[in-house]
């Protein structure tokens, strides 16, 4: 059972730069056909998704997050990570991190991110 849990700071100032990280554990990230996503819900609002890394190292972005997106991963630590850069308060979400073969049918717990000064 591939497990996924989330870290990283809950308070980001405005402009700065969001990081996270995913921890996977029961499951490679290299596992073919396996693609690893970042997904957000701001309050009082749907999913979103953010953006993936595929089993293979290939990245897809959301449009509308692209130019501000970066999605890697570190095989060695079996993690993988976003940075949202320029955060606005409406940045402000439950961050998730999830992945599956043709569905996201693993999710970590969520975290939340504040972005506040």
């Known amino acids: 059972q591939v497990q996924l849990q989330e870290s990283g700071p809950g308070l980001v100032k405005p402009s700065q730069t969001l990081s996270l990280t995913c921890t996977v554990s029961g499951g490679s990230i290299t596992t073919n056909y396996y693609y690893w996503s970042w997904i957000r819900q701001a309050p009082g609002k749907g999913l979103e998704w953010m953006g993936a890394?595929?089993?293979?190292?290939?990245?897809y972005d959301s449009p509308s997050l692209k130019s501000r997106t970066s999605i890697s991963r570190d095989t060695a630590k079996n993690q993988f990570t976003l940075q949202l850069s320029s955060v606005p308060p409406e940045d402000t979400a439950v961050y998730y991190c999830?992945?599956?073969?043709?569905?996201?049918?693993?999710w970590g717990k969520g975290t939340l991110v504040t972005v506040s000064s």
């Open positions: 999830a992945s599956g073969p043709y569905a996201l049918d693993y």
């Open positions: 890394i595929a089993y293979s190292g290939s990245l």
